[in-house]
Structures are given as C-alpha cells and as structure tokens.
C-alpha cells in the first residue's frame, strides 16, 4: 500500500527484490559510475531512494541524523554526476544503477520501472 501511495504521489519505487542481487553484482565490479559509491551509499540508494523514500524517510529507516543522509544523497549524485539542475534525479540515480547492470537484468528492470511509470501516469490523469 505503501508503494502505490508513493507512486501516486509522484515518487517511485523500486522493488529491493530487484535492486539486491543488482546490487550485489556492481559490488563485484570493480568499474562504472557506482564503483565510487560507499557501501552505505549504496545501501541508500539501493534500499532506499529505489523505494521512493525521501530525506525524511531515510533518516527514519536508517535512523540518521537528516545531516548524514543529506551527505550520503549528495555524495551519491555527485559521484553519478547528476547536476542539481536536474528535476528527479532520485530517479536518475535509481536508472543509473540499473543501466550499469547485465543486459537481462536490465531488460526485466526496464519492464518493472515501465509498469510503474503507466501507474503514475494514469494516476495522474485521473
């Protein structure tokens, strides 16, 4: 319930189910943008901002001061080069993680990231 209400409210979400074993890929590698990334980088952008949450909700998930998760979101879009001019780069950043994937994983992820699009856009013809 919790997703569809994110979704519906204009953020997105991606399913952990997705993002662990693409996670635990890109931690192999030892190239591309997300090899500048923290482990807890990754843990906030992977668990977290794939799940739509904000500042606000990282800092209750992770229970963090709202300064550390303001560091860690910075420094994740700051090593992916995601400028600030940017309107959604939460969703930019998510994207670029499954774009530095395997192409199978990615052609799957492509298709969830789809299906929620269609939910948001239909949610807000409504």
Known sequence: MRALNEVASGGS???PL???PLVARQQTRASGPLSSLTPRELDVLRGEMAQGKTNAGIKQALFLPESTVEKHVDA???NLG???A???RRVVAVLA???NTPSSDRLDSTRMLSKLVTIHSDRQAR
């Open 82 to 84: 995601l400028s600030a």
């Open 97 to 99: 993680f499954l774009e």
């Open 86 to 88: 940017l309107v959604h």
């Open 76 to 78: 994740i879009f700051t």
């Open 18 to 20: 997705i993002i662990d």
């Open 13 to 15: 979400v991606v399913d």
